[in-house]
């Protein structure tokens, strides 16, 4: 046998694949048909394509719409729970091979971008760091709350970047919105603080003109605005009220959102929360539906209703089936094992986490074991469509809470 004639040798001499003889035209035509998850996978296939799916190709795939959850506990062991709704399966995203911090908590989102609370070391320090809003100061760091710096990311592409340090406090009491253009709020009680990258690359302290604290804050992309609620009621009764806020007037901006033919709209729900309408263009408020205006009227259902943010009315998008809210109500569970029903579940007195966005709200309840309840809203206006989500990772860990993520390659951080 001839010297370099080995199996090596053959094996190099092998043609290349069909594939590798296409004009990159046309392998390009064949590649963007793929859905994003699939191109993300083909990229370590082989260095052709790894080459030939770039950023700036993948870029122009749609992005893949996602529910990502927020693990019960912060340490999710390096990787996220996700749900594609439109294929119906559950996706694991991992975070170890790029993100360099074992404890991280997701808690907002937008195209591309995901935004992160992570843990860094107490001495890791920035100039631009802000003070924590509480009103206690302390040198050191407290071992019960570990030092946490806003992170974001793009998990498809695997980069991260850390944003200008922040106090504790804002850690720990205050709610992240994301915007276009990677414009970042974090509102609490008090104040607000925004970051825009193209600006001076440091956060921007706002005071609130709010009487009292905002619950559940969104972001509305199509109004350029951010709406929240806020109780103006007693320590005995609660009573909601609608606020808005442009993004250009962070400060003194605030004013409430009411008219006079609305009536009594905000007495109908007990514990409403907002969330942001497919395409920014409404409001919805979700809460459970009072049998009747008595302070400790029991709840029959949970309500869904939908603010048109050009018209400026309500109207009710959808409500949550029968038989399926009995199961947040644990009826169906003390059934099946033949139990008497509880107290509370029959008052209807239960507690229904509500969380999603752009027009897909989802329910998780600790009565409901293994599923969530999913509503999508329908753009005909009927009342939307109803679903169970099965197969929910690790629900005995705790309650799931969760907010949609739209993952692509269209922003880098």
Known sequence: MAAGSGPDTAAEAQPPPPIHHLPPDA???V??????RDAVV???????FNETLSPQLLALLPTLRLLLLRHPRPDGGGCLHAFDPARRTWLRLPFAHFLPYQSFSPVASSTSLLYLWVETSSTTTSPLALPSTSTSSSS???PVHPPKSLAVCN???????LLPQLGSAWARHGTVLAGPGGTVLVLTELAALSYTPSGSSKWMKHPLSLPSKPRSPILASAAAAVFALC??????????????????????GWAPVERAAWGDVFEILKRPRLLAGAGGRRVLMIGGLRSSFAMDAPCSTVLILRLDLQTMEWDEAGRMPPNMYRCFTGLCEAASQGNAVPAAAAGGNNKVKVFGGDGKVWFAGKRVRGKLAMWEEDEMGSGGNWDWVDGVPGYGDGVYRGFVFDGGFTAIP
Do not use: E, I
């Open 27 to 29: 392998l390009h035509n």
């Open 31 to 36: 590649l963007l048909r793929l859905q994003l």
């Open 140 to 142: 050191k760091a407290s």
């Open 155 to 161: 998990p498809f592409a695997g980069t991260y970047r």
């Open 231 to 252: 109780d103006v009621g007693t320590p005995w009764r609660s009573q909601w009220k609608l606020f808005s806020c442009p993004l250009s007037m962070l400060t003194g």
């Open 42 to 48: 083909c990229r370590p296939v082989s260095r052709l």
